[in-house]
């Protein structure tokens, strides 16, 4: 059960109805920061839309002033809200809040913004990856575990910017000392062509 919330009023509300994940989650105080670490719950970051809300405060300013300044008040503590909380222990999982005001295909400049509030870029990659799994309850690099790589020009653990150069992405599956690779073609195959794939190799671990 997650909610989306930007209010800093809500967010007790939410942590005493036991909500699993908050989205956004602009409002976080020390105190409630310290109730999320202490709960293991995530938040879900969406700094690129927290970034709109000084077009949401012009848009409302004339007519709601105080909505406006708060606004800008939580777009301008955006990024040392996100370091307290990571840096007190809260699981980060990255999202955009896509698909409404923001169009899809965002994720970067997420992981951008990850970076102004000051993560690593092994933390963001964990933020975008790792964690996120963990949450869904999807299989890390383990034996048997199947896996989408993306296989890029440099190591992202030094600057997830590499992320967005062209990749090639293959399937995988994890089977003892070896992944069982599948890599696809330059562009990935429509819903339905698995054939056209190639054929199946062997990579050492």
Not at 50 to 60: H, K, L, M, N, P
Request: charge should be negative; proline fraction near 6%.
């Amino acid at each position: 059960m997650t909610t989306h919330t930007f209010d800093e009023e809500t967010l007790p509300l939410v942590l005493d109805a036991g909500f699993d994940c908050l989205e956004h989650a602009t409002g976080l105080t020390d105190e409630t920061i310290r109730r999320v670490a202490e709960a293991g719950i995530p938040v879900v970051t969406t700094l690129v839309n927290v970034d709109e809300f000084e077009t949401y405060a012009s848009q409302g300013e004339k007519k709601f002033p105080a909505y406006a300044a708060h606004m800008r008040r939580l777009r301008a503590g955006r990024y040392d809200r996100t370091r307290d909380a990571h840096d007190a222990g809260v699981r980060l999982l990255v999202g955009t809040d896509s698909g409404g005001v923001l169009g899809h295909g965002i994720i970067h400049d997420e992981l951008d913004e990850l970076d102004g509030a000051g993560l690593s870029a092994t933390e963001i990659l964990e933020a975008a990856a790792w964690a996120p799994r963990r949450f869904l309850g999807a299989p890390g690099l383990e034996d048997g575990a199947p896996a989408d790589l993306l296989v890029v020009p440099a190591d992202p653990r030094e600057d997830h910017r590499i992320l967005r150069e062209r990749a090639t992405w293959c399937s995988a599956v994890a089977r003892s000392r070896e992944l069982i690779v599948r890599a696809a073609p330059a562009a990935e195959p429509e819903p339905g062509r698995a054939d056209d794939l190639a054929p199946p190799h062997r990579v050492a671990r």
